[in-house]
């Protein structure tokens, strides 16, 4: 797992995650979430390559028990502020009637779901078993 294979700023994203992870014998919630909190300021740091720092890193992971919700995209990137694209990399988690949570990059019109806009810059952490989450600023 030494060497990334592949091309994608996706593939150099997953990879660092994985590399911090595999450093600990330790997977819990919090050693998760901090593996995905320095790997996006590594990437607000270490990613100058053509064209610029990184467009977008959300993204969804899960462990089984928990899903880590990454809403971070970078609005000074010129492609972003050129296209007036801040609104192209949304992320949302909608509530359910049943406490059920969704979550996907636009408000589906499903009856009795209410949507919350995450904000950038934010990992949320929801349990998958209970529903309940919480948002980080990173």
């Not at 997977?27 to 998760?32: A, D, L, P, Q, T």
């Not at 100058?48 to 880590?68: K, N, V």
């Not at 010129?78 to 509530?95: C, D, E, H």
Request: hydrophobic letters at 35%; one cysteine or more.
């Amino acid at each position: 797992r030494g060497r990334i294979v592949g091309e994608t700023d996706s593939e150099y994203y997953f990879h660092l995650i994985i590399r911090d992870l595999d450093a600990s014998l330790e997977h819990g919630k919090e050693k998760v979430s901090d593996a995905i909190i320095r790997t996006v300021h590594a990437l607000r740091v270490d990613t100058a390559h053509e064209g610029g720092h990184f467009t977008s890193a959300s993204s969804i992971l899960t462990d089984g028990r928990f899903a880590y919700v990454l809403r971070e995209f970078d609005e000074q990137h010129p492609f972003v502020t050129r296209n007036n694209a801040a609104g192209y990399y949304t992320l949302y988690i909608g509530q359910g009637p049943r406490d059920e949570r969704i979550v996907c990059s636009e408000q589906l019109p499903v009856p009795q779901v209410t949507w919350e806009l995450l904000p950038n810059h934010s990992l949320t952490v929801v349990d998958l078993v209970t529903g309940a989450y919480e948002t980080h600023t990173i």
